[in-house]
């Protein structure tokens, strides 16, 4: 069974910063194209950013460009979600999610793991 387990989400004020980490099997990171996606309550499940398989391309939702930075590690089988400046408007669950093969989409659909998700709380 193929397990993402997220880490590292918690409450800042605006404009501070959070790192996100997701970490999964050797076998699961090593085919997987890495991506994350939030969700607050009633609203659809947003892409925020996706990562290829070598790291040398990413992806970003037009809401964080520029604040936030997706990277992975693959001696660790860990992604990360760097996010800077952050404002209120960016409280959500964090989801991490593995697409194996393929491109880096945007699209919740075609992602095939999920993991439990963080929560991130940005105070005014």
């Known amino acids: 069974q193929v397990q993402l387990v997220e880490s590292g989400g918690g409450s800042v004020q605006a404009g501070g910063s959070l790192r996100l980490s997701c970490a999964t099997s050797?076998?699961?990171?090593?085919?997987?194209?890495m991506g994350w996606f939030r969700q607050v309550p009633g609203k659809e499940r947003e892409f925020v950013a996706g990562i290829s398989r070598d790291g040398g391309f990413t992806r970003y939702g037009d809401t964080v460009k520029g604040r936030f930075t997706i990277s992975r590690d693959n001696a660790k089988n860990t992604a990360y979600l760097q996010m800077n400046s952050l404002r209120p408007e960016d409280t959500a669950v964090y989801y991490c999610a593995a697409k194996i093969g393929g491109l880096v989409s945007i699209l919740r659909s075609a992602y095939e793991y999920w993991g439990q998700g963080t929560q991130v709380t940005v105070s005014a």
């Open positions: 050797a076998l699961t990171f090593s085919g997987s194209l």
